[in-house]
């Protein structure tokens, strides 16, 4: 359920510099056609961590899986910009439907589904895959079902407990009923997760069906060779008349793993032979930017979408100076947003932030609630800091990682928090322990950067984890603003109950007047393809990765 951002992105040139940049974010392809066969090759520098529905947990692992090797009861419609965060049936007829305000969730499967053997898919199927996910032995994925479904904190998956989970219920062999402990109606969206495939009992090989998932969607596993090499094939028993979403335009779908990313630009900037029909798995290097934005050919191949995830610069409000939300508010103008964003590897992976909730769940407007200009307003905020008595300046601690870009990400800041009279001395610590060091209460500097997240498009699977001070704990906390605050705390339980936007909205406001955190980006996901694919856009979700449902190749 908790998902910071990544940390991880070399330094790179300022794309503004680059060769503007502002137009080449969204690159939705080449506008043609989208036609069937041929074979699509991703290029990947490593190997998925998970490919069984009920351990894929990583954003780009999870568009892959759900939109080529298994379905779910919803997915999301596959559409760029804030109409693909649009939850559409997938195996079931509907969204669900609730008689009691969410409490209870019934879905009915459609006619005519079927695994890669030919075989039914029931709604046993379904129940067996969702149980599969609580097992202790299988432990990666999700934890939605674990924690809302009545009596999943004692239920111990399929392998230990043959009697099954009373909470969800199958009535017949194509209706499924999930019992919650608390109403929600954020549930639909939850069913889109890899858990809510269903998975054959007698097809079940635990640990190892990793290596080898039972397909329920339009791809069936050929070969995989970890680390090196994983093909895919049609499965000839999938019905596009039962799929409203995946086109399933290539014959193959061929991973090549294990390469530099460095390479992987080379190759699709050089777009020669199949890599004219390749795409980028995940992020493109920044050092390979300003070869991709200074060239028009390559420039229209380039694809970047605002994701669910926003970064920030954190202050611990459970020590001076920022116990003060005076000091708090003056930092939200003395930070330069540009210069951190050039830091973090320019226009193309991040919008700048003017609020906390992605503009995903502000109705796809972005909140700019202070309207700072974007290099900040150094004077505004010795302003503020004079009214707050701290006219003789600051001196405070910046914890950041021990990356090059992590460094370059710290004097940006402290460069620009000079400006207003506050002293930053950088603390860096390695990579591998950043989140240990920042989620320790008592040894948590005043200032860290951090970022979240959401696993659906909506503001409760993102305000709640990162700013309810009830859930602050002693070591691996995420409320690394340290805010306890009894009026947020309570509006965050009014607008859970209430499931409004507008109330998250309104909220994500009042934070921003408490002001535990400067938002810095909105983060986007730099991706690349060649010249011969079709329906390339970064998709809303999985963190703007592209959406697999509807690429192919002419």
Not at 232 to 237: G, Q, T
Request: aromatic residues 8%.
């Amino acid at each position: 359920m908790r998902r910071p951002v990544r940390t991880c992105f070399a330094l790179a040139l300022s794309l503004a510099v680059a060769g503007g940049a502002s137009a080449a974010c969204g690159s939705g392809g080449d506008g043609a056609a989208a036609e069937t066969g041929g074979t699509l090759t991703v290029l990947f520098n490593e190997d998925f961590a998970h490919l069984d529905p009920q351990r894929n947990y990583v954003m780009f692992a999870m568009d892959f899986g759900t939109r080529l090797l298994y379905r779910t009861l919803t997915t999301y419609a596959a559409k760029p910009g804030q109409a693909g965060t649009e939850v559409v049936p997938d195996l079931a007829t509907g969204t669900g439907t609730t008689a009691d305000n969410g409490r209870t969730w019934t879905f009915h499967l459609k006619p005519g589904l079927k695994f890669e053997d030919g075989s039914p898919i029931t709604s046993a199927d379904v129940k067996y895959g969702v149980e599969r996910s609580f097992a202790p032995d299988l432990p990666e994925g999700p934890g939605y079902a674990r924690t809302m479904l009545a009596g999943g904190d004692r239920y111990k998956g399929p392998y230990q407990d043959k009697g099954g989970l009373a909470s969800i219920r199958t009535p017949d062999a194509r209706t499924i009923v999930f019992q919650l402990k608390e109403p929600s109606m954020d549930w639909p969206k939850i069913t889109t997760l890899p858990t809510f495939a269903p998975v054959p009992k007698a097809k079940d090989t635990g640990v190892n069906f990793d290596r080898r998932p039972f397909s329920s969607g339009p791809y069936k596993v050929e070969s995989y060779d970890r680390g090196k090499r994983l093909a895919l094939v049609r499965n000839p028993h999938w019905s596009k008349a039962t799929d409203g979403v995946r086109q399933a335009n290539p014959d193959r779908i061929v991973v090549e793993e294990g390469i530099a990313q460095p390479t992987i630009d080379q190759r699709l900037i050089a777009d020669q032979g199949k890599d004219q029909r390749a795409v980028t798995l995940y992020s493109v290097a920044p050092a390979s930017m300003p070869r991709i934005l200074t060239r028009p050919d390559v420039k229209k191949r380039f694809v970047s979408a605002t994701s669910l995830c926003t970064r920030f610069l954190a202050m611990n409000t459970s020590k001076p100076p920022f116990d003060d939300p005076k000091v708090r508010q003056a930092m939200q103008f003395a930070v330069d947003k540009e210069a951190y964003r050039t830091a973090h590897g320019g226009s193309g992976v991040g919008e700048l932030a003017g609020s906390y909730l992605p503009p995903a769940m502000t109705g796809g407007r972005a909140q700019d609630v202070y309207k700072a200009p974007p290099t900040g307003d150094p004077a505004k905020a010795r302003q503020l800091l004079a009214a707050a008595g701290e006219s003789a300046g600051l001196s405070v601690r910046l914890t950041t990682t021990s990356t090059e870009q992590g460094k370059a990400e710290a004097e940006a800041v402290q460069q620009a928090l000079a400006r207003a009279g506050v002293k930053v001395q950088i603390n860096s610590v390695a990579k591998s322990v950043y989140y240990d060091a920042i989620g320790d209460i008592e040894k948590e500097d005043e200032l860290v950067f951090y970022g979240w997240c959401a696993d659906y498009p909506s503001a409760g699977s993102f305000i709640p984890p990162i700013f309810d001070g009830r859930t602050i704990a002693p070591k691996g906390n995420t409320v690394v603003s340290q805010l306890d605050d009894k009026g947020i705390n309570a509006k965050i339980d009014a607008a859970v109950q209430a499931n409004d936007p507008a109330r998250w909205q309104a909220l994500d406001r009042d934070l921003m007047g408490l002001s535990p955190m400067v938002p810095l980006i909105h983060d986007k996901l730099p991706l690349l393809h060649g010249s011969k694919v079709t329906g390339a856009f970064g998709h809303p979700i999985w963190e703007g990765e592209l959406d697999f449902a509807v690429l192919g190749v002419k």
